[in-house]
Structure formats: structure tokens, C-alpha cells
């Protein structure tokens, strides 16, 4: 029809409009994020240092990529069991790498490409071979976890020291490396590719009748989640200057925790990267105000338990609030 | 009807399907269907509930492998169709059902699969304009960053509509694209396609609405059980002719003889009973009787029937089941009223698959025991034994049920209620996907049943059942009775004519059955 034709002059944008609109139904966990922050802030005034600064967010770090890891494979439609086996695998690569021969810059190459070699494998069984993502990602967890155990048996090997402060120290750094890291996620979503992993998670029949390469899309979410996972074991061994082999265990619930908190659902397609962010600061500040408070370490769990099952409750409730 | 300045038919077809033959599970749904469709030309598709016409999209657009016949495209003969190469042959589809993402803006799903691109990311402003366009064509004004998932169904089918047009269709297949649409919507959307024909575009529409079609094709394909009746300009006949050319099966020997039911008071009655879509249904059934429920598919017959079981939410103003007075509300008590149902999609609904079939004949009993009182395997065996041999179900009855046929799994579904002698039996389309000799095994137990007393309230998406095994029969349009047709007026013609809202409905309609 007329799409050789010039484009009428004038078209109200839409990518802004669509940037704003996901953070719709977002503002109360933002809220809650913010009153954490405050309470946070007033308990250990230190925060608002650079130093202070620094210090809460490579504790969040970690955390705040496993997070986005997660919600990229639920995006997808799946669900990751393995995440945490995959950040104790980075952490121990980068642990018996870097102070050896292949130095900082091979052991960061091997920790990443690790993360995305393995990503994809497990994207691969899962997309191609048709198999339950909860299944799949098991195994490799043991499969993971395992050959994490076999590289460093017991917590060793050594991250350099400067490579270390780099990360780890007074300088807010890991903060700018996540604004990086968000800003490349802003431009994935803005490539087809990107995109059409909602489409793709939503519903895969009707994205194939689209026109998109379902199956590609969907491994390319896994293989962009091991990247995230290795990276975040890599800064968890720079934070405690050497190997844990079984470091990530809990990265794999809290991962789930943070994105569910942050919106992202169980089915596929529904959910932001903004939302599994702002899921995973709320645990991590979670987590610091109660230990500023006193409270015992067990205390956090139930405090957390209450949270999410508050967090995906209050949407249903109003749901049905709403229709009655 | 045409435009002025194309002869569509001097005008070579842009797509040919010759010949096709497609089965499914060894059923037969096209045999020998051939259809062209030129440029220019708004071509009508007309068939009764699984006539082909699903079938026939799919292969055109690439969804499906015809198992014989070929397609010509621009005069290239072959085998079957990709989507890909429909694709590239500037076929689009709009889907009945709808193939939107939901968590993605209007814009960005019109664009879905056919992004412009710069510098390898999608150009948003191009897309805005491009999708700005579209949305004229169909009247959608909404924002384009509204998120699909804040549109009614009928938004969303025009937003569907825009995503076909978007990628500049030669030829673009529309699947029943109005019903879920309001007569404003129908209205730009009939002034769209005429504009779309002048420009040359090849259109096949599939309607239920013969007005519609009457008002808005040039030429008009007719399925009947796979078979082309007619393929002929639509100058020249009315909806009566349309609706003759669909119906008129001949049913041979395949329904048992129908005898009338003793006078009895009925055993359900039901007025001003609403649930899901329906809206002021009135029903009544006595023993021994069997009543239709026929219509379009989803036009509220399943909501009758799970409403009635209290499988879904239901409110009447005044009811007598089984003399009780009020609806069941929920299954357990709907069990103990007598009420049975058999629903239509076995393998999820109506079977637990991987259970041996005696575990499957006897769970409608475990319901009934208390609690933790033990089960006696002497008396199961004894039970299923019986049941399967009155099935014909042959062979060791510990295999999965998936082991069964399709047609030997829905007489499972069927049989696992008769040891509990129900005296309503709500079927729903009991033979949809089912080979012809378990159809007929299935119509003589319908008949027995109902020779033995017990009403049968039977909706199907056949309309030879309809006429053959039914008392009475209730259509059904757009959640409400519409017509209500006794033994004597039953015919194909009379049923399909009151489903698809012709003019030609038959005498007798009104008045509670």
C-alpha cells in the first residue's frame, strides 16, 4: 500500500511512551524500595558517603545481576535452578585463573565465556529438545555445581589484589558497571532480537506465526543469563578475595525472590528487567536494615518469606477486589 | 460487484490450492478442495463447524503440509507452502484467534516479526509512523504505547487487522474477523476491504454472517465435509441457496431409530438462568427425552451446559432439578442431584490419561466412598468388567487410557457414569474428532439411555447429530436462545439457517421447549 511513502511529519513518538509505561504497576515496590532506603539511611547515616555508597551497592551487585539472569530465562518461559551453581562456577574460575598465568584479563574472558557457552547449552536443551526448563536446569546445577567442586575442591585460589580494590573497594565502580550493564539491556530490548523474547515467552505459537525465530530468541535469553551468572561470581570472589565453590547456593532462591518481587511472572513474556532490579535492591537493603537492627540472621529469611508471598498476593487480592 | 477497472477473472490467480487432500489421524478433512484466489476479488469461504475451512487457511498460509494436491504461487507450482515462502508471497493471515502479546504496546506488536531496522535496532520512529497508518486504515485511535492486554477483544481483532496490513499483504485470508467485533468496527472494516480490492489485493474472508457476505464478496467458495460444493460468483443467489449448499449430509444408517418419549413432568427445569456468556435461558428436559444444543461454535452452549453442572458460576430465577430447587452450584452436589457430564475435550477434561482404564471407569465411585474406607479390588474387577464388556472396550483393562483410541477413550469418559444411573446426562459434543463406527456405537448407548429414562441434554457442532438423535432442539446465538426447533421442523437447513441468523428461520420458534 503506502509504506514506499514518506512518513507523514509529526507521528507523536513511541518509544518514550512505551519506556514509561513499564513502570506501571511498578510504583509500589519503587515505594517500598525508597522507605527502605530512607530507613536504611537514618539507621547508618555512613550511607550517604562515597565509601557508604560504594559499600551498599556491591552488596547489591551480585545479587542485582542474578536477578536480571533470572528474569531473562523466566521472560523466556523458563525457570533456572542452576543459577546459583553457575555463580560459585565463575567465582572459582576467576579464583584460579586470574593469579595465574592467564591473568586478569583470561580469567575474565574465561569466567564470561564460561557463563555464555553454558547458558547456551542449557538454552539449547531446553528450546530444541522441548524439556521442562525446572528439569533441565537441575541437572545442570548438579552437573555445574559439580565441576565447580572438582576445579577448587575447598575454598582457595586468589583474585589479585588490585583487580580486588578495583571492584570491591571504596570507589563506587560496581555501581557504573551496572548502569553499563543496564544500558546494554536497553539496547538489546531495542533490537528485534530483544524484543521479541515477550512475544516469544508470551505465546510461541502466535510469535512463530509472526514471522520470529522463536527458538533463537529464547536461547539467546538462556545464554545472556549464564553471562550475567558467572559475572556475578566473578565479583563475589573479588569481594572475598578468593574461590568458594559453593558461594552461589543461595543465589539460586534469591534470584527467583528478587524477580518475582519485582513482577516478573511465572509464564512467560510478563515482567520487567526494572522490576527484577528494583526486586533485588529491596532484599539487599532488606537484609541490611535488619542487620543494622540487631535482629538474628534467621529472622531475614522469615522477614523475606512474608514479603514475597505479600508481593504476589496484594496483586490478586486486588484483582479480586476489584471484580466482587 | 466488482471494481471497475479489474476483470478478476481474465486476471491470473496470485495463489492456487489444486486438489488438496489433508487427514488428520486418518480422518479425511479436504478431499480434492481446489480454490483460486485473484486479485481484486473478495472471495467468500463458507462452511459448516469443521466443514475444512480451518484446515484450508493453514495450508495456505503455510501452517500445515497438504498430504497431496499442490499450490500454485505466481504460477509456480509446489508441493506445500512455509510460512516463510507465504510470507514472502505477501500472504497475511488474521486469526481467529488472536496472536497478540499482551504485555506489548499496540505499535510494537503491529510491527512484530517485520521490524524496520536501523543500524540493527528497531527503528521506533518509522514503526510509529508506519504503525500510525495502519491504525488509520482500521479506526484505531488509542495511543500506539497502549499495551495490547488494556484492549476489549474486539480492539484487539482490529489491532490484529492493522498487523496484517502492515506488511503490505498480496494477498490477506481473514479468519471470521467480525465476530468480536461492533457494527461501527464491521462498518470500516467492509469500507477497508473494498478499498483494499480496488487496489488489487486478493482477499479470502471466512464468515459466519451470510448478510455479510451477501453485502461484501464477489465470489464464494462452499465446503461441506471437505468437499467442494460450490466455487461460483455470488451474483445470483440468496442465503436460502447458501445455506442448502452447506448442509444435506446424508446420514445412511448411522443414528438409531428415534422413538418418541412418554409424557412425564420433566426432570430440569430452568428459567432466567445466565452463566458465562448466556443471558436468560429457558430449558426444560423430561425423562426419556433428548434435547439439542446447537449453534456456532462458542456462542454460549458450553457455558449452558457447565452451568448447569455448577462447574461454573450460574444464577437462575427459578429452577427444579431432580426436585431440588435450586442450581447445583458446585459438581459434588450436581453428582448427588443425578447430574452427570461428559466433556468434550476427553484428553484433558475428560480422562486422566495415564491411568489404567479401570482406574478411570471406577473414579466417579471413589468420589462417592468416605473418606478412608478401603477400596475392594474384587468388586472394582467385577464392576469394569461389566462396563467394558457393555462398551465393547476389548483387551486387559490395566493399560492406560491413553492406549485406547480416540473414539474408545470418549466411551470411557461416557461409561464411567452409568453405574451411577444419572438421570440427567449433559453431554458435550460427545463425537467431535471421533471415527464414524464409534459414532454410531456412541449414538445407540445415547439411545438406550434415553429409552431407559434418563434425559440427555446434548450439545454438538454436528448438525446431522442434531436433526437425527433429538427431540427438540435449542439454538443458540450470541449467549441467548434464538430459536427453539421441535422434532417435526427439524432439518439441517432449519438449524444452520437459525445458527448463522438468516432469514429463513423456520416456524415454531419462541416458546419455552
Known amino acids: 500500500m503506502t509504506a514506499a511513502e514518506p512518513l507523514p511529519r509529526g507521528v507523536p513518538p513511541l518509544y518514550g511512551p512505551v519506556q514509561a509505561r513499564r513502570n506501571r504497576g511498578l510504583y509500589g515496590l519503587y515505594a517500598v524500595v525508597l522507605a527502605f532506603l530512607v530507613i536504611d539511611a537514618v539507621l547508618f547515616p555512613g550511607l550517604l558517603s562515597r565509601d557508604g555508597f560504594a559499600r551498599l551497592t556491591q552488596n547489591w551487585f551480585p545479587l542485582a545481576l542474578a536477578g536480571m539472569a533470572q528474569a531473562l530465562v523466566m521472560l523466556a518461559g523458563g525457570i533456572s535452578l542452576s543459577l546459583g551453581a553457575m555463580v560459585s562456577l565463575g567465582a572459582v574460575i576467576a579464583a584460579v585463573t586470574m593469579s595465574g598465568p592467564a591473568g586478569v584479563g583470561g580469567g575474565l574472558a574465561l569466567v564470561l565465556a564460561a557463563g555464555l557457552a553454558i547458558g547456551a547449552a542449557t538454552g539449547l536443551i531446553v528450546v530444541r529438545l522441548r524439556l521442562p526448563a525446572i528439569v533441565v536446569t537441575l541437572a545442570a546445577s548438579f552437573l555445574i555445581g559439580g565441576t565447580a567442586l572438582l576445579i577448587l575442591p575447598r575454598p582457595g585460589g586468589a583474585i589479585p589484589d588490585g583487580f580486588s580494590d578495583l571492584l570491591a573497594g571504596d570507589q563506587p565502580i560496581a555501581f557504573g558497571i551496572l548502569v553499563v550493564i543496564v544500558g546494554l539491556w536497553k539496547l538489546y530490548l531495542a533490537t528485534p532480537l530483544g524484543l521479541s523474547l515477550y512475544a516469544a515467552g508470551e505465546n510461541p505459537v502466535a510469535a512463530h506465526n509472526a514471522g520470529i525465530a522463536v527458538d533463537r530468541v529464547r536461547i539467546a535469553a538462556y545464554a545472556l543469563s549464564g553471562l550475567l551468572s558467572t559475572a556475578a561470581g566473578l565479583f563475589v570472589a573479588a569481594q572475598t578475595g578468593s574461590g568458594d565453590p559453593v558461594i552461589g547456593d543461595s543465589f539460586t532462591l534469591n534470584s527467583i525472590a528478587a524477580a518475582v518481587l519485582g513482577g516478573v511472572g511465572f509464564l512467560g513474556g510478563s515482567g520487567t528487567m526494572r522490576g527484577a532490579l528494583a526486586g533485588s535492591l529491596l532484599l539487599s537493603l532488606m537484609i541490611n536494615v535488619m542487620f543494622f537492627l540487631g535482629l538474628p540472621p534467621v529472622a531475614q529469611y522469615v522477614a523475606q518469606g512474608l514479603i514475597i508471598i505479600a508481593a504476589v498476593a496484594l496483586p490478586q487480592l486486588r484483582i479480586r477486589g476489584r471484580r466482587s | ?513
Not at chain 2, 505499535?107 to 524496520?116: D, M, Q, R
Open chain 2, 1 to 513: 460487484m466488482t471494481s471497475d477497472d479489474v476483470d478478476p477473472v481474465a486476471v491470473a490467480p496470485l495463489i492456487a490450492a489444486q486438489d488438496i487432500t489433508r487427514g488428520f489421524f486418518g480422518n479425511p478433512v479436504l478431499r480434492g478442495v481446489s480454490i483460486a484466489l485473484r486479485p481484486g476479488r473478495i472471495h467468500a469461504l463458507l462452511g459448516e463447524n469443521g466443514a475444512g475451512k480451518s484446515t484450508l487457511i493453514n495450508i495456505l498460509s503455510g501452517g500445515l503440509r497438504p498430504d497431496s494436491g499442490r499450490i500454485v504461487v505466481n504460477g509456480a507450482p509446489r508441493g506445500h507452502l512455509t510460512p516463510s515462502d507465504a510470507r514472502k508471497a505477501g500472504i497475511a493471515v488474521v486469526q481467529q484467534e488472536l496472536s497478540l502479546t499482551t504485555t506489548l504496546s499496540i505499535g510494537e506488536n503491529i510491527g512484530l516479526g517485520a521490524f524496520p531496522r536501523r543500524f540493527g535496532l528497531i527503528d521506533y520512529r518509522t514503526l510509529a509512523g508506519r504503525a500510525r497508518e495502519v491504525c488509520g486504515l482500521v479506526g484505531l485511535d488509542e495511543p500506539l504505547s497502549l499495551p495490547v492486554g488494556a484492549l476489549s477483544l474486539g480492539r484487539r481483532q482490529m489491532v490484529e487487522i492493522a498487523k496484517a496490513l502492515f506488511r503490505n499483504p498480496r494477498i490477506l485470508i481473514l479468519d471470521e474477523p467480525t465476530s468480536s467485533l461492533s457494527a461501527r468496527e464491521t462498518g470500516i472494516l467492509t469500507d477497508l476491504l473494498g478499498r483494499l480490492r480496488a487496489q488489487g489485493v486478493a482477499i479470502l474472508y471466512i464468515s459466519h454472517r451470510l448478510n455479510e457476505i451477501m453485502a461484501l464478496c464477489d465470489h464464494v467458495t462452499v465446503l461441506k465435509d471437505g468437499v467442494v460444493t460450490a466455487d461460483r460468483p455470488l451474483a445470483g443467489i440468496d442465503a436460502a441457496g447458501l445455506v442448502r449448499l452447506m448442509v444435506g449430509r446424508d446420514p445412511g444408517d448411522l443414528f438409531p431409530t428415534w422413538t418418541a418419549p412418554p409424557a412425564a413432568p420433566p426432570v430440569l427445569s430452568v428459567t432466567g438462568f445466565a452463566a458465562g456468556m448466556t443471558r436468560d435461558i429457558a430449558l426444560t428436559v423430561q425423562p426419556g427425552e433428548v434435547l439439542g444444543l446447537g449453534g456456532l461454535v462458542g456462542h454460549g452452549q458450553e457455558d449452558v451446559l457447565l452451568g448447569l453442572y455448577g462447574a461454573i458460576p450460574a444464577t437462575a430465577t427459578a429452577v427444579r432439578v431432580n426436585g431440588a430447587t435450586s442450581l447445583p452450584g458446585r459438581v459434588t452436589r450436581a453428582n448427588r442431584l443425578g447430574i452427570a457430564y461428559v466433556p468434550a475435550d476427553r484428553r484433558r477434561e475428560g480422562l486422566h490419561l495415564i491411568h489404567s482404564i479401570a482406574t478411570n471407569l471406577m473414579l466417579p465411585a471413589f468420589a462417592r466412598q468416605h473418606g478412608l474406607s478401603l477400596r475392594r479390588r474384587r468388586q472394582e474387577q467385577g464392576a469394569t468388567a461389566v462396563l467394558a464388556a457393555r462398551l465393547g472396550i476389548k483387551g486387559d483393562l490395566m493399560r492406560p487410557a491413553q492406549a485406547l483410541s480416540g473414539g474408545n477413550q470418549q466411551k470411557v469418559a461416557l461409561a464411567k457414569w452409568l453405574p451411577h444411573d444419572p438421570r440427567i446426562l449433559l453431554l458435550n459434543d460427545p463425537t467431535r474428532g471421533v471415527d464414524v463406527e464409534t459414532k454410531r456405537e456412541i449414538y445407540r448407548m445415547l439411545r438406550q439411555l434415553a429409552d431407559a429414562g434418563q434425559a440427555v441434554i446434548l450439545l454438538s457442532s454436528d448438525t446431522p447429530e442434531l436433526v437425527n438423535l433429538c427431540d427438540r432442539v435449542a439454538i443458540l446465538r450470541e449467549g441467548r436462545i434464538v430459536a427453539r426447533i421441535e422434532r417435526r421442523d427439524l432439518s439441517e437447513a432449519a438449524i444452520v439457517a437459525a445458527a448463522m441468523g438468516a432469514a429463513t428461520a423456520p416456524a415454531g420458534t419462541g416458546g419455552a421447549p
